[in-house]
Structures are given as structure tokens and as C-alpha cells.
């Protein structure tokens, strides 16, 4: 209970895939309903339900504030979080956004949609990160919602915003640190700039980040988020944290802003002083984002302000 009213969750399943069930949590608003309803999408990562950074629960923080406006959601365990090692085994380097994300939040909107409490018709998507670059071709591969929400999202492939996260990362550090890393990110630099040369099946035998393959890149080079967004009709709405070492206010946000600027239903919020999470951050930068994100914290309550205002302007659309 937040701000005195009531709410109920309930556990659900999400099962694309029979052999990767995932659990999660639909979180309603006090009432007989039916009501509007949003997806939450995790950003990039094995991720849980509550997309869990140290202490802080992003994604419960907006299940809760979001039913306590009249707004229900759903959030569920990734699929890579739940059933990681498994995956990995079974796909390899084919692995791709397609069996990591995309099949899993389209089977969770149809479950949304039938469900009696939901209305069907106002069921939206909010993807955060990785999440909300993937949002629009969510849409497009049948998600069939009634708008999308970019939460610290990104109009740019994944490649190039992990070039320059690490990019940033290099010059923060120390000039001795700096030394050792810069051959690997120049390796980086340079197995990304081969992406679009290389074949299907030799991409997927080459590694090139963490447990990802050089397919799990290039597949999204294949379906560019930019492509996706100038198609789209419905509403949308931006929002990103003036502070998000992850992002660039010019390179994602106001990209986003020129991307959509003869959309006819775009809002846009960037808010100052606020990080990837959409939590307070004192500084936004990259060298202290570890240590920020261990301090226990929220998402910002405007935040979630912004975001049911915005659900319940649509409620009588269409």
C-alpha cells in the first residue's frame, strides 16, 4: 500500500517457451476495474522482475507508485535471469533479442490482454534501456499496444552504445588504468566496425562481450531502432534522466525528439539530476555509477507521476 490506497498482486507465468517458464507479479490497482495496464520490458542483462541494482527495485517502484495512481502492470523474471545458463548451452551464439526478450513480452501482453481485470485496449509498453530501443519492433512483430513508453531508452544499436560506454569509462580512469585497458577497447572498437561485414554463420562462432556473441549484435544491426521508430503512429512517450551516465541527452534523447517530431502524439520529459534508473544522482558520472546505484534509493515519485498521467490522458483515445 502506497499513499493509503490499496493493491493486490498477483503471480503469474509468462511462457513463450514451455521449457523457460518465467515467474512474475501483476500488480492492480484497488477496484473493480477493468484498468489500463503496462508491460515492463528490462533493459540489457540478466535482469529480475523488479530489474533488482543493489538495493534499489526500479521496476516494483513503479508497480506500486503506478497502481496507486489506477495503473496496473505486469513484470516478470527474464528469461536469461531465470533460466540463463540453460539458454546459453542450448543456443550458444545464436542466441539473439528475438529468444531473449521479444518472444517473452509479446506472451506477456497476450496475457494482459486476456486478462478480465485489464482492459485490453489500453495495454502499453514500457521498456527500459535495452528495453525501450527494443520497444518499437516489440510493436511491430505483434504486440499490438496502445502506445510506448521509452524509459532512459535508446534510438542507437546496441553496439554503439556500449562502444561509448566504454569509451567513457576509459577516459575516467586513471592514466596507469587507462594504459592497460585502452588495447581492449581499441579490440573492441574494432570487432564492432566488423559487424556489418561478417557473415551470419561466422558470427555466430565469434565472441566478442561477456557471454554474448558477435550474432547477438549483429541481428540488431539487422532490425536498426531508428527504422522502427520513424513507422510509428501511435503515442509515445520519452522520458530520460539529465544525469544517466548510461545515455546522452544529444545522442538519445534529443535524437528521439528529432526521430518523432512530426509524430502526432510524442511526449518527451527529461528530467534534471536524475540517473539510468530515474533516481536521484549527485554527480552523473560514469566513474561512481557503481557506487550510486548501492545506495538505497527510488524512483523519482514525478516520474510516476508523469507516467500514469500520461496512461490515464489516453484512457478515452481510440
Not at 526478450?101 to 502499453?124: N, S
Not at 536521484?280 to 507516467?307: F, K, M, N, R
Request: net charge negative; proline share 8%; charged share 20%.
Amino acid at each position: 500500500m502506497k499513499g493509503g490506497r490499496l493493491m493486490r498482486t498477483l503471480p503469474i507465468t509468462v511462457a513463450a517457451d514451455a521449457d523457460y517458464p518465467l515467474p512474475g507479479l501483476l500488480t492492480l490497482p484497488d477496484g473493480a476495474g477493468p484498468f489500463p495496464a503496462v508491460l515492463l520490458v528490462h533493459g540489457s542483462g540478466p535482469q529480475d522482475r523488479d530489474e533488482a541494482v543493489g538495493p534499489n527495485r526500479p521496476f516494483r517502484d513503479l508497480a506500486v507508485g503506478l497502481a496507486d495512481l489506477g495503473v496496473a502492470s505486469l513484470r516478470y523474471d527474464k528469461r536469461t535471469f531465470a533460466h540463463g545458463k540453460r539458454l546459453a548451452d542450448a543456443l550458444q551464439g545464436r542466441l539473439s533479442v528475438e529468444e531473449e526478450v521479444i518472444r517473452d513480452a509479446l506472451c506477456a501482453a497476450a496475457l494482459l490482454r486476456a486478462e478480465p481485470l485489464i482492459r485490453p485496449d489500453r495495454v502499453y509498453l514500457l521498456g527500459h534501456s535495452m528495453g525501450g530501443m527494443l520497444a518499437p519492433r516489440i510493436d511491430a512483430e505483434g504486440g499490438a499496444f496502445a502506445g510506448l513508453i521509452f524509459w532512459a531508452g535508446t534510438p542507437r544499436t546496441l553496439d554503439a552504445l556500449i562502444l561509448e560506454q566504454n569509451e567513457a569509462s576509459l577516459a575516467a580512469m586513471p592514466p596507469e588504468q587507462r594504459a592497460a585497458a585502452a588495447p581492449l577497447v581499441q579490440a573492441l572498437r574494432e570487432q564492432f566496425a566488423a559487424l556489418p561485414r561478417m557473415a551470419e554463420e561466422d558470427a555466430q562462432h565469434t565472441h566478442i562481450l561477456g557471454n554474448l556473441w558477435a550474432w547477438y549484435f549483429k541481428e540488431i544491426l539487422t532490425h536498426p531502432p531508428e527504422e522502427y521508430l520513424r513507422r510509428l503512429t501511435k503515442p509515445v512517450l520519452v522520458l530520460q534522466g539529465d544525469r544517466d551516465a548510461h545515455l546522452s541527452v544529444e545522442r538519445d534523447f534529443r535524437r528521439y525528439e528529432a526521430l518523432l517530431a512530426a509524430h502526432p502524439d510524442a511526449a518527451f520529459h527529461l528530467y534534471p539530476g536524475l540517473n539510468h534508473l530515474l533516481m536521484p544522482s549527485p554527480t552523473g558520472a560514469i566513474a561512481e555509477v557503481l557506487h550510486e546505484y548501492q545506495q538505497p534509493q527510488a524512483v523519482d515519485s514525478q516520474v510516476i507521476a508523469d507516467i500514469a498521467r500520461w496512461i490515464l490522458a489516453h484512457e478515452g483515445a481510440g
